[in-house]
């Protein structure tokens, strides 16, 4: 069956650097657009970015653009999160999802604190 397992995530100052990382199964991963949302507390979950089968075509959010890059190893079957200059908005439960799919990660837990 369809699984994703997140990791990555952690406690980190404002400034820092993390990444996260999606491992998939159950599918031909190579062939699937794969996104990452996130959600803060007390708000909506949110797109972050997405990245094409191929990794020719990538998209991101206004707020982590130039901050954010998602890339991929299809080799590996796993997506990738590399976030820069991290802020406390940053904080939140990050989770890699496949569209096509409508199937989700259970979610690493992100948090930006001095």
């Known amino acids: 069956q369809v699984q994703l397992v997140e990791s990555g995530g952690g406690l980190v100052q404002p400034g820092g650097s993390l990444r996260l990382s999606c491992v998939a199964s159950?599918?031909?991963?190579?062939?699937?657009?794969m996104s990452w949302y996130r959600q803060a507390p007390g708000k909506e979950r949110e797109l972050v970015a997405v990245?094409?089968?191929?990794?020719?075509?990538?998209t991101y959010a206004d707020s982590v653009k130039g901050r954010f890059t998602i890339s991929r190893d299809n080799a590996k079957n796993t997506v990738y999160l590399q976030m820069n200059s991290l802020k406390p908005d940053d904080t939140g439960v990050y989770s890699c999802?496949?569209?096509?799919?409508?199937?989700w990660g259970q979610g690493t837990q992100v948090t930006v604190s001095s």
């Open positions: 999802y496949v569209p096509r799919l409508t199937h």
């Open positions: 159950g599918f031909t991963f190579s062939t699937y657009v």
């Open positions: 990245i094409t089968g191929a990794g020719d075509w990538k």
